[in-house]
Each structure stands twice: as structure tokens, then as C-alpha cells.
């Protein structure tokens, strides 16, 4: 086994500081994360987005504090705690009064705290949670419509098992893989250019937007935002980097390429995604561990064992 490097910086930097610094006050509701991890900007993004009221706490990968991993015997992160009278109710209160919510709920007969962690799951709940749309604006997923909320979560099933697997095989290459940098760059573009076609075909109903749902930006758009945001990390570390055409006209450029160059923008752009974000030198040295191949992430395991979904 590769010696793990531990001289990952211990916290954010940049606007993600700033995020952290404003939610670093004690409060019931508390986002275990760790700056580094885009699963965990997942759910940051949805707390930005939502406006809810949270403790934000910085776990560093290689101590991992007892009391967290009393509450996450996995010890992964995004885990959420989640107050037991949020846990037990609707929580769409604002989070200043779920504080005092639980001594007052006779039913609550447990009053430990309450663990959620994946981060499709603690953002689900996050947006079934906080649905004030006064207090939290609209729902990420579509409330009405369930062959829509439907088809949402088969394209976040494509992100999740196809194209973020798609990100880290190509990411992680080495000379002495099985595969070539080639295959994985064309495996990558495949499941890209569906999700782009998705779009063509149906997201631009609404409204004409960039999003995946047009002009409602939404839980689809959280679940792979995190990783556009990191493209240009496969550009810095890997020969000919994504291969995706940068503009119109360009070799290889179709309709496809634009949609999908459409919607990357509007997602680097998208406040939330800004908000949650550090300086791009710690990204550097963050994910130099994944292009060299000596990662032991869970995630970066699970990419050398050829596995289709991530932890």
C-alpha cells in the first residue's frame, strides 16, 4: 500500500472560508464536511441555495475527532446531524427556532442527535426539509410533476454511476493502467454528451435557461456541478486534458458541445458553487494524490477496482 500523504491544507480558503467562518457558530444542525470534497460541496451548495441556518465544521481526513466518528462510525463525510426534533417533524421552520423545537415534542423520546450522510440523500432531505419557499426559495426537485421528479433522479443516477466514475478513471490514469488515457477521455465525453443531449432534447422547455430543468435550476445541477468545477484539474494534470472543444468552431464541436458548454458555465457561475469554493492552488495539491494514482480515498480505491459507483 502507497504511504498516505496527510499534508492536505486543514481548511478552507478563499470564499469558502468566508462561508465557513459565517456558519462556524454553534447551532443543532451541523454539516460535517471537509473543503477538499466535492460529494460534500454537494450539500453545501444545497445549504447556500436553501438559505437554511447551520453549524459548519471542517473534518480533517486523517484525525477525525471521536465525537464525529461516534456519530458517523464510517467516519465519511458530508454527514449531517440533524437535531432529533428535525429528525421526528416536518422541518421546514427556520433552522433559528428548530434549536428549541425538541423539548417541546413529548413524542421525541430520543434526544441524541441524528445522523444522515451520502450526499444524494443529505441533499434529498435538505430540500424535503427546508421547503418554505418565503424562507428556503424553490424546491429542487419538482414538487408537481412526478414524471419530472422522476427523470431527475435517473439523470442523477447517470451522474453518480456513470459520469463522476468517468471523472476519477480518467483523472487516476497512469502509464501502466489497462486502458489508455484516450479510452478514458472517450469514456468520459460519452456520458457527458447523454447528459447534454438530455438537455437538448427536454430541458430547454422551460424557459429557454441553461439548466438541466431550462430555466429552474435544480438537484441535478447541484449533483454534478461540483465536478465541472474541477474539469480543469484533468486540463493541469493529464496530456490533451478533457478534449472537449472550448468554443464554437473548434475541432470536434457540435450542438452537443454547446449545450454542454451552456450549462458548465451557468454551473461555475452559479453563486453557491462560487460561495463554497478555495483557492484553486489547494485544489492542485489536493488532487495531485488522484492523477499520480496514490490516492487511498475510499473514492479512489473504488476507481481502481473499476467499481460504478462511488462511496
Not at 465544521?57 to 437535531?83: C, D, M, Q, S
Request: charged fraction near 25%.
Amino acid at each position: 500500500m502507497a504511504t498516505v500523504d496527510t499534508t492536505l491544507p486543514g481548511k478552507p480558503s478563499g470564499a469558502a472560508a468566508a462561508l465557513a467562518a459565517a456558519h462556524s457558530a454553534e447551532h443543532p444542525l451541523k454539516l460535517y464536511g471537509g473543503w477538499f470534497c466535492p460529494f460534500v460541496q454537494r450539500a453545501w451548495i444545497v445549504l447556500a441555495e436553501k438559505r437554511i441556518q447551520h453549524q459548519y465544521v471542517e473534518i480533517n481526513p486523517y484525525h477525525k475527532a471521536p465525537e464525529f466518528l461516534a456519530l458517523n462510525p464510517r467516519g465519511l463525510v458530508p454527514t449531517l446531524e440533524v437535531p432529533p426534533a428535525d429528525a421526528d417533524a416536518d422541518a421546514d421552520a427556520d433552522a433559528d427556532a428548530d434549536a428549541g423545537a425538541g423539548a417541546n415534542n413529548d413524542k421525541n423520546k430520543d434526544k441524541q442527535p441524528k445522523p444522515l450522510y451520502e450526499s444524494t440523500v443529505v441533499c434529498e432531505y435538505l430540500d424535503e426539509a427546508f421547503a418554505d419557499p418565503a424562507r428556503n426559495g424553490p424546491r429542487l426537485l419538482p414538487e408537481n410533476d412526478i414524471y419530472e421528479r422522476a427523470r431527475c433522479r435517473l439523470w442523477i443516477d447517470h451522474i453518480c454511476s456513470r459520469v463522476v466514475p468517468a471523472f476519477y478513471r480518467l483523472l487516476q490514469h497512469t502509464a501502466d493502467k489497462p486502458y489508455s488515457l484516450d479510452e478514458a477521455r472517450r469514456g468520459l465525453h460519452g456520458h457527458l454528451r447523454a447528459f447534454a443531449d438530455e438537455m437538448l432534447e427536454h430541458g430547454d422547455e422551460d424557459g429557454g435557461g441553461p439548466w438541466f430543468l431550462g430555466a429552474r435550476f435544480g438537484l441535478v445541477d447541484v449533483m454534478l456541478a461540483p465536478w465541472a468545477k474541477r474539469l480543469w484539474l484533468i486540463d493541469y494534470y493529464k496530456t490533451g486534458g478533457t478534449g472537449i472543444p472550448s468554443a464554437a468552431g473548434t475541432p470536434g464541436d457540435d450542438a452537443t458541445w454547446a449545450r454542454w458548454r451552456r450549462w458548465v458555465d451557468a454551473a461555475v457561475g452559479r453563486q453557491s458553487v462560487v460561495d463554497t469554493w478555495s483557492s484553486e492552488d489547494q485544489y492542485v495539491e489536493a488532487y495531485r494524490r488522484y492523477a499520480d494514482d496514490t490516492t487511498q480515498s475510499e473514492v479512489g480505491q473504488a476507481t481502481r477496482q473499476g467499481k460504478s459507483r462511488l462511496p
